[in-house]
Structures are given as structure tokens and as C-alpha cells.
């Protein structure tokens, strides 16, 4: 495949999982906040009525978002509290609701009713909550009759999301007692509770942590409603990474900081070892790549799950065997990616296998084929930059997108002119 010498700026959304974290913690916070450059995607909109619901007052306003927070008093809902497929906003919500008195009813859509939180469920009824899962246990839709989160000492073990833990330490400072988390066992995707702590201390809560897997949250404080700017999404900001590593251009993203603590910005770090040149110009990121090494070589990827579909393409174009490991917690995403990527991959000609805990990919040379996206982002995203190095890649239900970056095909249309592929991701 030639390699293009054009230099193209792609734009990308603010990230998804701060925007989260900084609305929870917006919403519980006494007084207005703004949060600028936040996400307004489909999962942070479910996650935005489910706060209106809760009792605060969100609003966008010049491209902002305008938050009346609720001082930590949870409003009890005239009805069920739907998020979608926003797992995320589910868990986050759990522990959340636990703060109100009286029956909260979280639920979603078909797949996040099989997608667990039993984990999560279990800690807190180690504190006392009443929590319920009449349909599908330890799967949505989760009832909670709350009267206040009692707090305590708790222990999560073997982790398969590293969600549940921040989901109780984003609602702890608002407990009736200090609230003590220890972790014992396997954990994944642990730069996102950095991102979690970080978070909490930028709106005025501090979390010790007295030993090495222990939190402590202590009670009595309260999140301080302030301005606040959300830095861009490495996650979407992967597919146009993975777009210069195929050697389609050499792009740049602005809006993205080398200190940042989102853990998918350590996907750079794999393209840098496979080959890319990586640079940080005025502020923006800037990736190219004239040829990939090859061989065999192993990713584990279990701080970084959400980048296995962008490193799976790029591997059915690399020469070489590719092992992804640690990622077995990708069979309870938007869908089982393991066996989507796998089921994908074979339609365009690459040999892809699952294993227990990831892949193996064969390298080759990448045909054309209708892709299935499984209602999933970042299936649908990962392979339509393929589908710009070869003829014939069609992708189906390209609205999926809308989870996550509702300007993806827009920005993709800026890489297309003079690509191989031509830019054919027809439905």
C-alpha cells in the first residue's frame, strides 16, 4: 500500500470519560458549573437526562454546558431512569442514587441488560443498600431503595471493570460515613480511576490513598461547582491515529495533551513501536508512518481496552503475527468485541482467531467486505478507516457512531480524497 505525503487536521470531540465523570460530579456539587468542549454524543444525552431527572438543571448554552448542581440531594424520579447502552452512565448512576431516599429504577437498552454489575451491586449491599435485579440477576434493570449511602470499609475483587470503582468513589463524599475501598485481585483499565481521582480533586475532594490499592474517601465533603474545560478524546482521536499509521496521511489532532491521563493516549506509544513518528506541534499531535515493522509481537491491553479495535485493524494490514492479550473484558462492551472483531476480520480476508483472553491476528492483505458493526462505535469506526485503504469495505448502521463522536463521518471525509478505498463506507 503507497504511503501519502498529504497532511490533513482532523477534529475530535471532548472525551467521553471525563465528561462523565465531570457531570456526576457537576450535578452533585452545589451552585452552577460550566463544563466547556464537553461531549454531546448519544451516551453523555442519556446520562444528561437521567441528572435532570436526579434534580439537577443541565443546559446547553454556546457550546457549553451549564449545570445548576444539587448540593448532593437526589430527587426521586416520576419514572425509570433509561441510559441506553451507556454503561458508563449506568454504573456511575448505581452508586449515585444510593445518595437519594426512596426507589430508583435503572435500566437500558437489550444489551446493557446483559451486561453486568453484580460486582458493583454486591459492595453495596456490603454497606446495607437494598439493591435488586428481578429480571436478570446482576444485569440491568437494577432496583434501589435507598435511604442514603451508608458507607464503610469495602472490598472489590477481580475486577472485569474498573468502572464499579469509580462509580463509588465519585458518590462517597457524599456517604454518612468515610468510605474505605480496597482492591485484592486482578483490576483492568486503571488509568481510568486516575482520571476519576483526578477529577474529583479538580472539583475540591480529596481521596487518600494510604496504601498501594486502597482508597480512602473521607465524608463530609462536597464537590465545588466551578469552570471547567474537558481536553479531547484519545479514543475517537485512534481512528485517525490508525488512518496515518496505514499510511493514508499524516495527520494531526489539536486539542490533545502529552500529559493527559486518559489511558488510550498510550496507543501513540504503540504506534511509535511499530514504526510511526509521533510530534507535538503548537499544541496538536501529529502521527505518520512510512512503513510498519513486522514479525510477531504481543499487546497486552487491558489498561487500554477501548483501543483493541483500532489495533486489530491495524494488525490485518501489518506484516506478522499480532497476540492481543488481557482483554478478555471485551466481551461485556457495546458488544462481544472479541468475537465481532474476530467474525469481521475474516470477512475481509484476514485470519483472526479468539483466544481467552484477546487475539491472534495474522497480518495480510486486506479485501473488500460488508461489515456487520453489532450496534457498536468502535467496531463501526475502526473498520471504516479500513475501508479507505481497500476498495469494497462497506459498513453497515454507520448512526452507531452517534454513541461516541456524531462527527466522525464528517471528519473521515477529509481523509478520503486520494485514498485507495476512495472512501466507500456505503450502508
Not at 504503540?270 to 510477531?296: F, K, M, S, Y
Request: hydrophobic fraction near 40%.
Amino acid at each position: 500500500m503507497g504511503r501519502s505525503d498529504r497532511e490533513v487536521t482532523l477534529e475530535v470531540p471532548g472525551s467521553k470519560s471525563i465528561t462523565q465523570r465531570a457531570l456526576i460530579a457537576a450535578a452533585l456539587a452545589k451552585g452552577p458549573s460550566r463544563l466547556r468542549n464537553a461531549l454531546l454524543a448519544d451516551d453523555t444525552l442519556y446520562l444528561i437526562k437521567a441528572l435532570e431527572l436526579l434534580g439537577a438543571e443541565i443546559e446547553v448554552e454556546e457550546g457549553e454546558l451549564r449545570i445548576g448542581g444539587t448540593g448532593g440531594k437526589i430527587s426521586v424520579p416520576p419514572e425509570r431512569i433509561f441510559v441506553g447502552n451507556n454503561g458508563t452512565a449506568l454504573r456511575f448512576l448505581t452508586s449515585l442514587v444510593c445518595l437519594g431516599e426512596g426507589r430508583f429504577v435503572l435500566d437500558g437498552s437489550p444489551r446493557l441488560r446483559e451486561r453486568p454489575v453484580e460486582p458493583l451491586l454486591r459492595v453495596l449491599r456490603s454497606m446495607g443498600v437494598s439493591v435488586e435485579t428481578p429480571e436478570n440477576p446482576g444485569c440491568p434493570p437494577v432496583l434501589i431503595q435507598s435511604c442514603g449511602l451508608p458507607g464503610g470499609q469495602v472490598v472489590f475483587e477481580d475486577l472485569d471493570s474498573s468502572q464499579y470503582v469509580s462509580s463509588l468513589l465519585l458518590s462517597s463524599p457524599y456517604a454518612a460515613r468515610n468510605v474505605g475501598i480496597q482492591l485484592a485481585g486482578r483490576t483492568v483499565s486503571e488509568p481510568y480511576i486516575a482520571m476519576t481521582l483526578q477529577v474529583m480533586e479538580q472539583f475540591g475532594v480529596a481521596v487518600e490513598k494510604p496504601a498501594a490499592n486502597t482508597f480512602c474517601v473521607p465524608s463530609g465533603q462536597a464537590y465545588r461547582a466551578r469552570s471547567f474545560t474537558i481536553e479531547g478524546d484519545y479514543s475517537s482521536a485512534s481512528y485517525f491515529f490508525l488512518a496515518a499509521a496505514l499510511g493514508l496521511a499524516r495527520v494531526r489532532v489539536p486539542h490533545l495533551t502529552a500529559a493527559s491521563l486518559q489511558g488510550d493516549a498510550r496507543f501513540l506509544k504503540i504506534l511509535e513501536d511499530l514504526g510511526c513518528t509521533v510530534a507535538w506541534r503548537d499544541g496538536d499531535v501529529e502521527v505518520a508512518c512510512g512503513q510498519l515493522h513486522g514479525g510477531d509481537m504481543e499487546f497486552p491491553m487491558g489498561d487500554i481496552p477501548d483501543m483493541v479495535p483500532s489495533l486489530a485493524v491495524l494488525a490485518a494490514f501489518r506484516p506478522g503475527r499480532s497476540v492481543i492479550t488481557e482483554s478478555a473484558h471485551l466481551r461485556i462492551k457495546e458488544s462481544n468485541r472479541l468475537a465481532a472483531l474476530a467474525a469481521e476480520l475474516h470477512k475481509i480476508g484476514i485470519s483472526a482467531r479468539e483466544t481467552p483472553d484477546g487475539l491472534i491476528i495474522n497480518g495480510g492483505r486486506p479485501c473488500g467486505g460488508d461489515i456487520e458493526t453489532y450496534n457498536d462505535h468502535r467496531i463501526a469506526m475502526s473498520f471504516a478507516v479500513a475501508g479507505l485503504a481497500v476498495p469494497g469495505i462497506r459498513i453497515a448502521d454507520q448512526d452507531c457512531v452517534g454513541k461516541s463522536f456524531p462527527g466522525f463521518w464528517n471528519e473521515l471525509q477529509k481523509l478520503s480524497q486520494g485514498a485507495p478505498g476512495g472512501g466507500k463506507n456505503d450502508p
